[in-house]
């Protein structure tokens, strides 16, 4: 191959300004097809969620059912009792979990509808409905809530969690949650909140990163000022 000379730090800079192919941040790329959220993209700082630790889907969804309609605190500590039902394992074990009897999820904490619902988590993992890790990096994002809904107590919104912060997807919008809905707002300087099927809309000048502005609109309700 040819010998290249390094460049200066200055022409550097020349040529990644000069040039247009050069990818930029998710963060960059809002604030420039919407100027107004600048000042919220510089008060937070840059946009933190990425691919992380491998996602079992199973184990994902089972914790999200667990922790629904509950405050952080308390839902944790219903977990890690779900948890310890299981000691040595790093991993759920689907055949496992439905072998359990209700009685033992109930005493952990669980209410009858949760039990109901992780034991056709549990079911449909075994049988297929629910797919593998490796299975879920080949789908589309509206693929997976198609089949990830199909488990009791599973809705769009928890499907929308586990793409955004589980599996990285940078275009879901969760028009639904109200802490976007709040967020945006508040962003915006708005007197009343939108509805989820306004937000929908409004939500198309910001794809492909959707799930970036989103956020964001979570980030703006950190505190007063919208600092992290």
């Known amino acids: 191959m040819p010998k290249v000379r390094k460049k200066s730090n200055k022409q550097a800079e020349t040529a990644k300004s000069a040039s247009p192919h050069l990818p930029i941040r998710p963060e960059e790329h809002l604030v420039k097809i919407d100027p107004r959220l600048a000042e919220l993209v510089e008060r937070v700082g840059p946009f933190t969620v990425g691919p992380g630790k491998l996602v079992r889907p199973f184990d994902a969804l089972a914790e999200s059912i667990a922790y629904q309609q509950l405050n952080g605190k308390a839902a944790a500590t219903i977990w890690g009792r779900v948890r310890a039902l299981?000691?040595?394992?790093?991993?759920?074990?689907?055949?496992?979990?439905?072998?359990?009897?209700?009685?033992?999820?109930?005493?952990?904490?669980?209410?009858?509808?949760?039990t109901i619902a992780i034991k056709d988590l549990a079911a449909k993992t075994i049988d297929g409905t629910v797919p593998s890790t490796r299975a879920l990096a080949r789908m589309s994002d509206e693929e997976i809530v198609a089949r990830l809904t199909m488990v009791r107590g599973i809705g769009r919104w928890t499907v929308e969690m586990l793409l955004l912060f589980d599996l990285a997807r940078l275009d879901v919008w969760p028009a639904t949650d109200y802490g976007v809905l709040k967020g945006f707002t508040k962003t915006f300087g708005r007197k009343k909140l939108p509805t989820p099927k306004q937000l929908h809309r409004l939500g198309e000048k910001w794809r492909p990163y959707r799930s970036v502005a989103a956020w964001y609109f979570w980030r703006a309700l950190d505190n007063n000022d919208g600092r992290a």
Do not use: H, M, N
Not at 87 to 113: E, N
């Open 86 to 114: 299981y000691p040595r394992r790093k991993w759920l074990d689907p055949r496992l979990v439905l072998a359990t009897p209700d009685r033992k999820f109930r005493a952990a904490g669980l209410s009858q509808s949760k």
